[in-house]
């Protein structure tokens, strides 16, 4: 757990009708990376741990026979339950509002199990292990994260690029220099160090892929102010009576930087990596996973 900050339910709160239109998406080519490097053929199961809205599970759904989402926050279950009717896929997802601390909560054993953005949060010395026990014996962790090292070069873009240093100051203005998180704060912003962590619980790897960005994506306003009210760290409650004019406020920048409203920006790339139970065999099938009993509490 992050030293000095306590989780509350309070963190992602107000967020998820944001993420859709606010979120860069992940890469296109990340399930077909995933497919390749682990030889998915549309059986097992995947636990997506932190699922927020569904974003990674529902670009992943294809390569598993089921997928199951969990996240503390309701509106994120819902949100993601959404996402799947809407794209057909309820009745191939499951989605579980428990904390990761609360595993394995019943739901029997995974071939996979993601961490998108996530593992940072948690209690994440006592989820690896706990994980771990719930993948079968030649099951896969996989960490996910946007690419931040890749060059961006967006100099020939057709419209100017968003203000993030603006905005960034923009927040601060309202809600001070230190990093907000719930109902506590950040000094030192969210920790890393993920791989002696995995290794401590007994993982070993990890293998490295790249699924690679730099697509043109055009944005507008709307997706900028909703990409900001999508953070945990200016999550719309944080600004309380305040909020209206910080929105008024964060419109006026962007229509600074852009007067026609549009802005572009160029994909990042996703960087997955893939930490094994045990270290992998070739040409091994993985035996089929254990669903989780169906009188569990889920939504979805």
């Not at 996979?112 to 940072?120: T, V």
């Not at 909020?243 to 990042?268: H, I, M, N, Y």
């Amino acid at each position: 757990m992050i030293d000095g900050w306590e989780w509350d339910e309070s963190l992602f709160a107000g967020t998820a009708a944001y993420y859709a239109r606010g979120r860069l998406p992940y890469a296109p080519g990340l399930a077909k990376a995933l497919a390749e490097a682990l030889r998915l053929d549309g059986r097992g199961r995947l636990l997506d741990v932190g699922c927020g809205p569904g974003a990674v599970a529902l670009t992943l759904v294809d390569l598993f026979g089921e997928v199951v989402g969990v996240d503390p926050d309701a509106g994120m279950i819902a949100e993601a339950g959404r996402q799947a009717a809407k794209a057909g896929l309820a009745a191939k997802t499951h989605w579980v509002r428990a904390r990761a601390e609360d595993l394995p909560a019943g739901l029997g054993t995974f071939t996979a199990a993601a961490f998108a953005q996530s593992f940072h949060w948690m209690d994440r010395e006592l989820v690896a292990a706990t994980v771990r026990d719930m993948l079968t014996p030649d099951g896969v962790l996989l960490h996910i994260s946007d690419l931040k090292t890749a060059p961006r070069a967006d100099a020939d873009l057709p419209h100017p690029a968003p203000p993030r240093a603006a905005l960034d100051d923009l927040v601060r203005t309202y809600l001070g220099p230190v990093r907000r998180a719930g109902r506590g704060t950040l000094p030192q912003g969210t920790p890393g160090g993920e791989s002696a962590i995995f290794a401590r619980a007994g993982f070993s790897g990890p293998d490295r892929h790249v699924a690679p960005g730099g697509q043109p994506m055009d944005r507008d306003c709307d997706d900028l102010v909703a990409q900001v009210f999508s953070m945990s760290f200016s999550a719309p409650h944080l600004f309380g009576p305040h909020r209206e004019a910080f929105e008024s406020d964060l419109r006026r920048v962007l229509r600074e930087a852009s007067p026609s409203g549009r802005f572009s920006e160029r994909q990042p790339g996703t960087e997955i990596f893939i930490w094994h139970k045990r270290p992998p065999r070739q040409g091994v099938a993985a035996p089929a996973a254990r669903p989780f009993p169906s009188d569990h509490l889920i939504v979805g």
